[in-house]
């Protein structure tokens, strides 16, 4: 149920919407500190769309090739009263005049551990270099391509029969439990920007199971 202070998401998707539903399932626990209240797509026929209508979430359609479209954005998020954006495979390079106006609250997901692979097509880009550890990063959105500063990684190796099905659905499965846990701690406000890096109010005690520790992916796959 809605709640005044409860925090406020929007949910930035192109496509499948995985990394949504994520975020859908995580917050229908009482106990997590964020809803959605709005799914924007640049694509209408985003799966992601259907997810946001079967979870009774509101979806806006936006062509963003006509860049006033980020201007209807930003006052449709002022209207809901966001308090977070989370870019979950939305396929554009938001550009920097909004991205400027919404620093430190602007997160994203990508399918690498960054710096290591920006831009598209990074599981591609970890195979074809033969690093044999890869994985996915949750980070505050800056004015470059995937160059914000980092608030949460997860790691996954890469095996030698992986191709690149298997090493995307390894990573995502992991994307799935980083990104609800990083848009936690920024809603309880543990994670925050300053000064354009990530800072942590976190004791050893509230620290995220996994978080941190070298043997995350172990610990997480005990789950
Ligand atoms: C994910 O791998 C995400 O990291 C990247 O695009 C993909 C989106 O997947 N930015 P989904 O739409 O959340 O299923």
Do not use: W
């Amino acid at each position: 149920m809605s709640d005044i202070n409860i925090f406020k998401l929007a949910v930035l998707a192109s496509g499948n919407g995985s990394n949504l539903q994520a975020l859908i399932d995580a917050s229908k626990s009482s106990s997590y500190p964020a809803e959605i209240s709005l799914v924007v797509s640049d694509n209408k026929n985003a799966y992601a769309l259907k997810r946001a209508e079967e979870a009774q979430i509101k979806t806006v359609t936006y062509d963003f090739k006509d860049k006033s479209n980020y201007n209807n954005l930003a006052s449709e998020l002022k209207k809901q009263s966001i308090d977070l954006i989370c870019c979950a495979g939305f396929m554009r390079i938001i550009p920097d005049y909004f991205v400027k106006g919404f620093i430190g609250k602007i997160v994203n997901i990508h399918p690498s551990l960054l710096p290591s692979f920006p831009g598209l097509n990074a599981q591609k880009q970890a195979l074809d270099s033969g690093v044999r550890i890869s994985g996915c990063t949750v980070h505050f959105v800056d004015e470059g391509v995937d160059t914000g500063s980092i608030i949460m990684q997860a790691s996954v190796p890469i095996l030698p029969d992986d191709n690149l099905d298997t090493l995307t659905q390894k990573i995502l499965r992991f994307e799935h439990k980083i990104y609800p846990m990083a848009v936690r701690l920024i809603a309880e406000n543990k994670v925050y920007l300053e000064d354009r890096k990530t800072n942590y109010k976190l004791d050893i005690e509230s620290i995220p199971e996994g978080f941190l520790f070298p043997d995350m992916q172990v610990r997480l796959d005990e789950k």
